[in-house]
């Protein structure tokens, strides 16, 4: 808790080191390794940004840090779902967009659970444009995660779910909400193998669950 990591987080530092003692004690480096205990945390992160909120993050992002490129991938995410991680590695070889320029090829070794093919908006297509040639030369891990800070602090109030895989939660929840998708096809823009996952990404509006069942 000093340190600001998450219970989420920790329990992943805890899985590592608990394969690493469960590794030693298979090479009989150590005997009876010592079990540690994970604590129970929620489903996921509840929140999703809002149009006002997405707005306002680009617009801080842009105009008040000078940020325009970490805007960009914020637009991108929120339009595709695209990681982070697979943004800052747009120039590389094997990332390729299509001839129609709707759809952007991410290769197995950009993406966290294989290849997909990631669908392309106006808006996400015009970021996308605006990222490629100069993502390798302003991206730094140190300053993208201090104006982050900053975006945090004076746009989202302090509240710690305010972080960029908001954004990819963003995308799932409008295309289940705004777009009626089913769990199915947001799996696969997404990128997920399991559709249980998908689940927790999306946040459904009480609005659009009273709308659809109007329809009945």
Known sequence: ETRGISQNSANKYIAALSRVLSYANEREV????????????????????????????????????????MADMVTLSCNCGMRRGEIIQLTHPKVQLSACGKWLHLPEEVCKAGERDVPLNTEARGAYERLLPIIDKVWSHRTFYWFWKKA???????????????????????????????????????????????????HSRKSALRDAVEQL
């Not at 994970?38 to 105009?63: I, M």
């Open 152 to 202: 945090q602090r004076d746009v989202g109030k302090g509240d710690p779910d305010f972080v960029f895989y908001t954004c990819r939660h963003t995308a799932a929840s409008r295309l289940a909400n705004d777009c009626q998708l089913n769990e199915f096809n947001i799996a696969d823009i997404m990128g997920h193998a399991d559709t249980r996952t998908t689940r927790r990404y999306v």
């Open 30 to 69: 150590i005997d009876n390794p010592i079990k540690l205990k994970y604590t129970r945390t929620g489903g996921g992160r509840p929140k999703s940004f809002t149009r006002e909120e997405q707005n306002e993050l680009v617009r801080y992002l842009r105009e008040e840090c000078g940020k325009a490129w």
